[in-house]
């Protein structure tokens, strides 16, 4: 069984930073890409960010340049680090991996979600 555990949310007034982390452990033969989602209630879970094996990093149109999403191979973790946080940031963010537990079987995973509020 693999399991995503966050940390790292909270409230945090606009303007303020914050930083997102995920830890991938189980049975895990490797990861390919780590991403970060948001969701805010009434709406679709969106991308935020996104981070694949070679270290290519893509990020959705409302946060380029705002927030940076780091990996670690090694230790099979990953952060989201945001910066000049807005109220339309308030969401609950998701870890999600592709995860290899053997060679060719591969299954996405979820973490729980940690809320983030920007307010004032």
């Known amino acids: 069984q693999v399991l995503l555990v966050e940390s790292g949310g909270g409230l945090v007034q606009p303007g303020g930073s914050l930083t997102l982390s995920c830890e991938a452990t189980g049975s895990i033969y490797s990861i390919n890409t780590m991403s970060w989602y948001r969701q805010v209630p009434g709406k679709e879970r969106e991308l935020v960010a996104s981070v694949v094996t070679g270290g290519r990093t893509n990020y959705a149109d409302s946060v380029k340049g705002r927030f940076f999403i780091l990996r670690d191979r090694a230790k099979g973790t990953v952060s989201l680090q945001m910066y000049s946080l807005r109220p339309e940031d308030t969401a609950v963010y998701y870890c999600?991996?592709?995860?290899?537990?053997?060679?060719?079987?591969?299954?996405?995973?979820w973490g729980q979600g940690t809320q983030v509020t920007v307010s004032s």
């Open positions: 999600n991996a592709e995860v290899l537990v053997a060679a060719t079987r591969e299954y996405t995973y």
